[in-house]
């Protein structure tokens, strides 16, 4: 299936997708901020079919980590996610840089399904 990297400051939310996206049958990898995603994206040279990042994080939050990752390696697929509602609208300018953004509190049935989902669009570059 497909490599995936939750980036999610939150270690419930973290295992709890990272969990449910290896009972789908994906390789998972995990970070717990922004400036450890991004590493972890350079560090695999951009070779992750799918980044699910949560946007509100300290240090490094996920809309600057997904602007950072998709300008060394365009077409990199970015799922965003956000509990809040202003963040959903700072995520609005992303149009060619992320996929979407997935509103929390959301079921397990629901990240399978939008990572399924992502992951059926094409890569852009």
Same mark, same amino acid.
């Given at each position: 299936?497909?490599?995936?990297?939750?980036?999610?400051?939150?270690?419930?939310?973290?295992?709890?997708?990272?969990?449910?996206?290896?009972?789908?049958?994906?390789?998972?990898?995990?970070?717990?901020?922004?400036?450890?995603?991004?590493?972890?994206?350079?560090?695999?040279?951009?070779?992750?079919?799918? /980044? !699910?990042?949560?946007?509100?994080? =300290?240090?490094?939050?996920?809309?600057?980590? +997904?602007? #950072? $990752?998709?300008?060394?390696?365009?077409?990199?697929?970015?799922?965003?996610?956000?509990?809040?509602?202003?963040?959903?609208?700072?995520?609005?300018?992303?149009?060619?840089? /992320? !996929?979407?953004?997935?509103?929390? =509190?959301?079921?397990?049935?629901?990240?399978? +399904?939008? #990572? $399924?989902?992502?992951?059926?669009?094409?890569?852009?570059?």
């Amino acid at each position: 299936m497909a490599h995936i990297l939750i980036v999610e400051d939150e270690e419930s939310v973290r295992i709890l997708v990272a969990r449910a996206l290896e009972q789908a049958g994906h390789s998972v990898a995990v970070a717990e901020d922004g400036e450890h995603g991004l590493s972890k994206i350079i560090e695999a040279s951009g070779r992750f079919d799918l /980044v !699910i990042s949560d946007i509100r994080m =300290p240090g490094m939050d996920g809309i600057e980590m +997904a602007k #950072a $990752a998709a300008r060394r390696f365009p077409g990199l697929r970015i799922l965003l996610v956000t509990g809040y509602a202003d963040q959903r609208e700072r995520a609005a300018d992303l149009d060619g840089v /992320v !996929i979407d953004v997935l509103m929390k =509190p959301f079921t397990l049935a629901e990240i399978r +399904a939008r #990572a $399924a989902s992502a992951l059926a669009q094409p890569v852009t570059a």
